[in-house]
Each structure stands twice: as C-alpha cells, then as structure tokens.
C-alpha cells in the first residue's frame, strides 16, 4: 500500500519526538517545540471513529492518536460544560473551553476541571469554530504543557471524541507508554 508524503512525515516526526524524551522534556519546563503543532492544534477531530476511515486516511489517524498518546503531559476525560468566545481590541477571536474532569487517563491533574485555550492563531482554531457542535458529550483532552517565553506555563490540546472505542484504545496505548516508561525508568 503506497503511503502519502504526509504520513511519511508524520512518522519521521513521531520516531524523532519520542527518540528526544519529548514526554522528559515538557515535564521539566522547556520551551514549546513547533514541530508538535500538528498533533496538538488546540483544535478537534470531526469523525466519531476511525473505523469509519480506510487506507491513508486511517493510518494517519491511528498514528497520530498514538503520537498524542505517546507525547502528551495530561490525558483527560471528561465533559465539555461550557465553550465562551472572546475578542480582542484588534479583533482576534479566541475560544475557551471549560472542561469538567471524569478521570485521569494519564499523567498529573488533581483540579475538577480543565481550561483549555484555543487562539485564532491556533492550527485547530478553524474546524473547532466550525464544528462547535462536536464539543457536546464527553471527549478526551490530549494536552502538551510548556513554558512560555517569559517563564510562564502554557499548554496546547487536542480533543477527541470520549467514545468508548477511543477510550479502549487511548487506555492500551496508555498501558504501552506507562510499561515503556517503567523499563526505562529501571535501566
């Protein structure tokens, strides 16, 4: 099966993000690294389920919830309570999305609730505006967290539906990276 450019990329990015201790590294406060824009857009996915993607369309999808699995500080589940729009003075939209916390699939969050910014400037800005319908019911958050230029936390997400399909997976492939993190953390 011939892969797309796109793909090919995506994997060479995934190989070389885990290879650097890309987890390791958001951990202790570094600085946002661009080339995980993609994975984590502040934005949405349109489709329910995977399993309704064939050929390069899935493998890309499969890849890049295993990316997010794999490279995410936070892992939550949880229910969209409320999606507030603002403006600036110079007119730049951005979306706040208060997320009520159900569990922690992976990594550290003791708060109810989880805050999640998405700017105009954002990559996912667009199709999270224009799906707006889609942040009803649960969705599982995929957040990187970083420090900004000014020394100051900051973090960027990704949301998926909370189906139970996509918990399985998110659950197995969370297992995996906890296992893998345990036998690195013993050598």
């Known amino acids: 099966m011939p892969f797309s450019v796109s793909s090919i990329a995506l994997v060479c990015t995934i190989v070389?993000?885990?290879?650097?201790?890309?987890?390791?590294?958001?951990?202790?406060?570094?600085?946002?690294?661009?080339?995980?824009?993609?994975?984590?857009?502040?934005?949405?996915?349109?489709i329910e389920s995977f399993t309704t993607l064939s050929g390069n369309f899935r493998f890309d999808a499969e890849e890049e919830l295993n990316a997010r699995a794999n490279l995410a500080d936070v892992i939550l589940l949880g229910n969209i309570?409320?999606?507030?729009?603002?403006?600036?003075?110079?007119?730049?939209?951005?979306?706040?999305?208060?997320?009520?916390?159900?569990?922690?699939?992976?990594?550290?969050?003791?708060?109810?609730?989880?805050?999640?910014?998405?700017?105009?400037?954002?990559?996912?800005?667009?199709?999270?505006?224009?799906?707006?319908?889609?942040?009803?019911?649960?969705?599982?958050?995929?957040?990187?967290?970083?420090?900004?230029?000014?020394?100051?936390?900051?973090?960027?997400f990704h949301l998926s539906p909370g189906s139970l399909s996509m918990r399985d997976e998110v659950e197995t492939l969370v297992a995996a990276r906890e296992k893998e993190e345990g036998t690195r953390q013993g050598d």
């Open 81 to 156: 309570r409320s999606v507030q729009q603002s403006e600036d003075v110079d007119g730049v939209r951005t979306k706040r999305i208060t997320m009520d916390v159900e569990k922690v699939l992976y990594g550290k969050w003791r708060e109810k609730e989880f805050i999640l910014v998405s700017g105009q400037e954002s990559l996912g800005y667009t199709l999270l505006a224009r799906h707006e319908e889609r942040l009803k019911g649960r969705q599982l958050a995929f957040i990187r967290i970083f420090r900004t230029e000014d020394g100051r936390t900051g973090h960027h």
């Open 16 to 46: 070389f993000l885990s290879a650097c201790g890309a987890s390791e590294r958001s951990a202790r406060g570094a600085a946002w690294n661009p080339k995980e824009a993609t994975l984590f857009d502040d934005g949405i996915d349109v």
